[in-house]
C-alpha cells in the first residue's frame, strides 16, 4: 500500500520558472491537503480539498494553485516561482475527522 | 482562528529518563482533536498521539502519553524511558471538528528533542 505519494523529492527551480508538484494517494481518502514547512514556523496550510473538484485556500495560498480532478490527485502549481517559495512541501490526506492525517515524505524545493 | 504555541524550541533528555514537551493552543470550539507528530531527520510526518477533546481520559501509547487539560487549552507530551530514536523535532498540532475541515490542521512550531547518552 503506497499511501501519499510526492514527486518530486528534490527540485531547484530559477526565478519566474513555474512547475508542479504532484501528489497521489491510493486510499480513497476525500480530504487532500498541502503544506508548507519552514524552519522556526511549522507546517503551514496552503490550499486544502474536501472532494473532487472542491478547493479552498488555507493560511498561505498565495503564489500556488490547486485543482482536483480525481479523488486520488491533487497537484500544486507554482506558476512563477520565487524565493520567497524555498521551502520543504508535504502533501496529506484524510477520510474522517477522527482518523490522522495521512502525509507524504516532502518534497524539497529551492528558488535561486 | 485556532492557534498552538509551543514555547520550548528545543529539549534535550538523557537517555532512559523522562521528558515533557509543552504545548498550548487557543480555540473558541467545545469539541476537537489535538495531535503530536514527530519529524525524524528523514523528514516523515510520524503521528505519535491524538486526543479528542471530548474524551477526559488522557491518551497514551506505549511510552508516550499526554496530560490534557481542556480549560486550560493544554496539551503536553510525556516521553517515559526516552530512547536514541526519539530524538526528533515534535510538532503539536489542531484539527477543528466543523465540515470540511478534515485535512486542516494548525501546527505549533516545534519542539526539537535530544537525547543523550
Known amino acids: 500500500n503506497a499511501g501519499v505519494t510526492q514527486t518530486p523529492k528534490f527540485q531547484v527551480l530559477k526565478t519566474g520558472q513555474s512547475m508542479t508538484l504532484q501528489c497521489a494517494q491510493d486510499m480513497n481518502h476525500e480530504y487532500m491537503s498541502w503544506y508548507r514547512q519552514d524552519p522556526g514556523m511549522g507546517l503551514r496550510l496552503i490550499h486544502y480539498s474536501v472532494g473532487a473538484g472542491i478547493t479552498d485556500q488555507g493560511e498561505v495560498p498565495n503564489g500556488y494553485n490547486v485543482s482536483r480532478s480525481t479523488t486520488e490527485d491533487f497537484p500544486l502549481r507554482l506558476l512563477s516561482a520565487a524565493p520567497s517559495q524555498t521551502s520543504v512541501y508535504f502533501c496529506?490526506?484524510?477520510?474522517?475527522?477522527?482518523?490522522?492525517?495521512?502525509f507524504g515524505n516532502g518534497t524539497r524545493l529551492t528558488v535561486t | 482562528a485556532q492557534t498552538v504555541t509551543q514555547s520550548q524550541p528545543e529539549m534535550s533528555v538523557q537517555e532512559a529518563e523522562t521528558v515533557t514537551l509543552s504545548c498550548t493552543y487557543d480555540?473558541?470550539?467545545?469539541?476537537?482533536?489535538l495531535f503530536w507528530y514527530k519529524q525524524p531527520p528523514s523528514r516523515q510526518m510520524i503521528l505519535v498521539i491524538r486526543?479528542?477533546?471530548?474524551?477526559?481520559q488522557n491518551a497514551t501509547e506505549n511510552r508516550f502519553s499526554v496530560n490534557f487539560q481542556k480549560a486550560a487549552k493544554s496539551f503536553s507530551l510525556k516521553i517515559s524511558d526516552s530512547q536514541l530514536g526519539d530524538a526528533a523535532m515534535y510538532f503539536c498540532a489542531y484539527r477543528s471538528l466543523l465540515t470540511g475541515t478534515a485535512s486542516k490542521l494548525t501546527f505549533g512550531t516545534g519542539t526539537r528533542l535530544q537525547v543523550t547518552l
Open positions: 480555540t473558541s470550539e467545545s469539541d476537537y482533536y
Open positions: 486526543q479528542e477533546a471530548y474524551k477526559q
Open positions: 496529506a490526506s484524510s477520510n474522517i475527522p477522527n482518523s490522522p492525517l495521512h
